[in-house]
């Protein structure tokens, strides 16, 4: 009931493709189900995703959570959907290190038992592109290969020869994509352009719709994303099979919901869809405000969420807003307990320095510029927590994710995190910020498989 959308590499085509598929799915029929799902941590993408299908996109990483997470979110989320597509990350073997393939498209189309349609970059070259094929096909036997989608074709000619190179592999040919077919999305330093500030999504959607009718094979496509494919059983000894995403009861919202106000607006967009319904099930009370436009922080609440996104391109009209951040300033300082994940901890710094070196005042809560720079700090983070706070215990440790072209200008005397990379070879560093009851790092968490953590921060937000 599942396709994966993998690459031969980065930068070949993997969401337009996958956007096109979810978006001729939806205009074939409006009422069907279609559920999405993102491999990696990725944010932005999974944003489009549900913009299309109107669900929100389930990100499956098992280094962020665990394989027995992973399956049971997509069996949970995909069980009641006519239809499930996945979009795999980078090339279809590239995960977390250069030994094996973990946290990689092949290793989540294993757990699943997905089948993988290969999206082969075929500018420049024609007899060539089956060597490539065979290749991927070859290289892990226990991956279904159902075809190939050939992008970037140069015209009739090509296609012919093309065709030619493959039919001996037996290998169908799913979609063809002309190199005049490239729908341009509009990106910057972190990525493609979140959708809440396109002004012409809606018709970039309808172009994808076309696309996705009329450069596939459906009548191949559809009984293959209708079969069923049950994940891969869990091998023995490998950990306790997790049934549901939220392994732990309702715990801290018995006695009634946590009022949690959350950060949502353009500056600050980035949160894992599972994060937000474990909130929820764990009984908060997600209430949204924006930074950028309200001027109070909501009432009654007892905690504070600020996820990731873009406060540095938004940085002049956070500033603007002197009412709210003088708002959430008064809170923290009263020790209203406070998550904040990178674009987050930027707006808890005393000021935003932008690519421009304009600097921009934030709410000050800890003594320390971001300066935006060129230098992009990316990766799979161990995190091990050097004092106590809303969210950890002191010696706990944490599996996040790191994805910024900002830094601190100032060292924190006590940092909040040891960090490592997710190879051991790596050294730690000190990274974080605690201070009041305010918990701040430039690390992404996903809570699926680290549940307590949430539990505590919750905890922290009942105390009177």
């Given amino acids: ?21 979810l978006a ?3 205009a074939r029929s409006p009422s069907d189900q279609v559920q999405s799902f993102k491999v990696g941590p990725d944010y932005i993408d999974p944003m489009f995703h549900s913009h299309i299908t109107g669900l929100p996109c389930r990100n499956l990483d098992p280094v962020l959570t665990s394989e027995d997470y992973v399956r049971s979110c997509f069996t949970k989320h995909s069980q009641n959907a006519e239809y499930s597509l996945i979009e795999g990350v980078m090339g279809l073997f590239d995960g977390a290190t250069g030994k094996d393939d973990t946290a990689s498209t092949a290793h989540i189309a294993r757990l699943l038992n997905v089948p993988v349609v290969l999206i082969l970059n075929c500018a420049s070259t024609s007899r060539s592109v089956a060597a490539i094929a065979h290749g991927y096909r070859t290289f892990d036997p226990r991956l279904q290969i159902a075809g190939v ?43 493609l352009i979140p959708t809440a500030e396109m002004s012409d999504l809606d018709g970039i959607i309808q172009r994808l719709a076309h696309l996705g009718e009329t450069c596939f094979d459906w009548e191949k496509l559809l009984p293959l994303m209708g079969s069923p494919h049950p994940p891969a059983p869990s091998p023995a000894g490998e950990g306790e099979q997790v049934l549901l995403p939220y392994p732990i ?15 949502q607006d353009q500056a600050f967009s980035f949160y894992y869809a599972d994060n937000l319904d474990l909130f929820r099930e764990m009984g908060a009370e997600l209430v949204p405000w924006s930074p950028i436009s309200d001027r109070q922080l909501p009432e009654n609440i007892q905690g ?8 540095e391109v938004f940085a002049a009209e956070l500033a603007e807003n002197k009412s709210a951040r003088e708002s959430v300033h008064k809170a923290i300082a009263s020790g209203m307990p406070t998550y904040a994940e990178c674009g987050g901890l930027m707006y808890l710094c ?3 320095v932008d690519f421009e070196e304009k600097s921009f005042p934030m709410v000050n809560i800890f003594p320390t510029a971001a300066k935006m720079g060129k230098r992009l700090t990316l990766g799979y983070r161990q995190a091990i927590a050097l ?13 996040g994710h790191e994805f910024h072209r900002s830094s601190l200008t100032e060292s924190c005397d006590l940092p909040l995190y040891s960090l490592q990379g997710y190879e051991s070879s790596l050294q730690y560093s000190p990274e974080g910020w605690q201070k009041y009851q305010a918990h701040a790092s430039y690390t992404h968490v996903h809570f699926g498989a680290q549940p307590y953590l949430l539990k505590k921060f919750l905890t922290t937000c009942k105390k009177p």
């Fill in 304 to 311: 504070l969420y600020f996820g990731g996104g873009f406060p």
């Fill in 350 to 352: 005393d000021r935003i």
């Fill in 387 to 399: 004092q106590d706070s809303p969210l950890v215990n002191k010696g706990d440790l944490v599996w």
């Fill in 1 to 21: 009931m599942a396709i994966v959308i993998a690459g031969e590499r980065s930068g070949v085509g993997k969401t337009t493709v996958t956007l096109a598929l």
């Fill in 149 to 191: 989608v050939l992008n970037r074709v140069g015209s009739d000619r090509h296609l012919e020869l093309l065709t030619q190179a493959l039919e001996p592999l037996n290998l169908p040919i799913l979609g063809v994509l002309r190199r005049q077919d490239n729908i341009a999305i509009p990106d910057r330093h972190l990525g």
């Fill in 24 to 26: 001729a799915l939806k």
């Fill in 249 to 263: 009861g309702r715990g801290a919202g018995d006695e009634g919901k946590i009022r949690i106000a959350i950060a």
